[in-house]
């Protein structure tokens, strides 16, 4: 049987990575080695450190991974893509032109039988106040369209600054136990109203697959800026892995 791949929090195009381009040929690199056994990919969030499209124009680089992407599709492979707190800003372009399925909140699917709750993981559980109010304002239709009317030259300065300082000040993304990981309580939490046999997240930057009950798991993704991980699915059996190219 095909896979199923998770992968999330790649953060393409930021300025804080040692070698943003050899990054993106890494994560091309490792679609090229799953492409011929994948059924569909889920692509968790924060793959871009910052995207915003106007309606006639769009950023510049990425164009290696579109092209791999548009390649798989065109291959028949489904791609999805559930958006991050720093891919927010995906619209028409994405979709349209390479034929991903664009996932704009958390969703509850059956893959092979199995229930599986989906989210790039922010702003579930208890989050602090200003991290609420400044996503509240980032989804806000009214605000992205009085950003869109400031020149991109500003706004893409602003945009990679802001990404780096605030990766920069970000609490540390090491795993501190069950009762202090907000996902895992987020998740406990939602099975005690409804069953789900796997929880998918990213967003805080560590591996983690833990069971919650007998049959109930939470994984958590990593990231592709030390760890180069991601998850399969074979319709029996999920795997956190890490991608070696060496």
């Not at 871009?48 to 124009?57: A, M, N, Q, S």
């Not at 559930?82 to 969703?107: A, C, M, Q, R």
Request: with cysteine; charged share 25%.
């Amino acid at each position: 049987m095909k896979q199923i791949y998770f992968i999330s929090d790649l953060h393409l195009g930021a300025r804080t990575l040692d070698n943003p381009r050899e990054t993106e040929r890494r994560v091309v690199r490792w679609l090229d080695s799953v492409k011929d056994n994948a059924k569909a990919i889920y692509l968790m969030g924060d793959i871009l450190d910052y995207w915003y499209e106007y309606k006639t124009v769009v950023p510049r680089g990425y164009v290696r991974f579109f092209g791999k992407i548009a390649e798989l599709t065109d291959m028949g492979i489904e791609i999805h893509w559930f958006i991050g707190n720093h891919d927010i800003w995906i619209f028409d372009y994405i979709p349209s032109e390479l034929g991903v399925i664009v996932h704009t909140k958390p969703e509850i699917k059956n893959i092979e039988g199995k229930s599986f709750f989906l989210a790039h993981g922010d702003g579930l559980g208890k989050t602090p106040f200003s991290f609420r109010l400044i996503r509240s304002i980032f989804h806000n239709r009214f605000c992205q369209i009085l950003y869109s009317a400031i020149h991109p030259r500003w706004t893409v300065a602003f945009a990679h600054k802001w990404s780096s300082h605030s990766r920069l000040n970000a609490k540390e993304t090491t795993y501190k136990g069950e009762s202090e990981e907000y996902l895992v309580n987020f998740a406990k939490d939602f099975l005690s109203k409804e069953h789900i046999d796997y929880f998918i997240f990213g967003h805080r930057h560590i591996m983690l697959d833990l069971m919650l009950k007998r049959d109930s798991r939470i994984l958590i993704l990593g990231d592709w800026i030390t760890l180069f991980s991601y998850a399969t699915f074979d319709g029996e059996n999920i795997k956190l892995e890490q991608f070696e190219t060496e």
